[in-house]
């Protein structure tokens, strides 16, 4: 059997998204332009300010990147905050969930659902915040 008879694989396996254009962004899917909707619609009101989509984050000091979809600045409590919206998870997102838990530079706030009906499904905060918080703040 000889290689021809397999149909070539263009690009990174996608399940079934729909890579949608807005405000000039290319994003990988419906569920994630939404986000970056109500995202948009939050920093009208004045709530929060949109830094960066597409943010690197290093976790871990082996310096395993993964890439957030938005990096956001919550107003009212001065925090970074790292914005994702998960429609599929793959065998890679429970390590990734893990490492953010202890090396995160901040909390990750999980979206899921559809691009109609976005909810917020989990928020992640890092260990050494907690720690840190405990020793550092007076209550």
């Known amino acids: 059997m000889s ?7 263009r690009g990174p396996r996608v399940q079934g998204y729909k890579r949608t254009e807005l405000d000039g962004y290319s994003f990988q ?6 986000l970056y909707q109500h995202l948009k619609i ?22 395993i990147v993964y890439i957030a979809d938005f990096r956001v600045l919550e107003k009212n409590t001065g925090e970074q905050v790292w914005y994702e919206a998960k429609g599929f998870e793959n ?4 390590i990734i969930k893990k490492l953010w ?13 559809t691009y109609t009906k976005l909810k917020e499904a989990e928020v992640i905060i890092p260990e050494w915040g907690n720690k840190w918080r405990a020793k550092n703040v007076k209550e």
């Open 91 to 94: 065998e890679r997102w429970p």
């Open 29 to 34: 899917s419906k569920l994630e332009a939404a």
């Open 3 to 9: 290689f021809r008879n397999f149909p070539a694989r």
């Open 101 to 113: 838990k202890v090396y995160g530079p901040g909390k990750l706030r999980i979206f899921k659902g």
């Open 42 to 63: 939050l920093q009208k009101a004045g709530e929060v300010e949109i830094q960066q989509t597409q943010d690197h984050v290093h976790l871990s000091d082996a310096r």
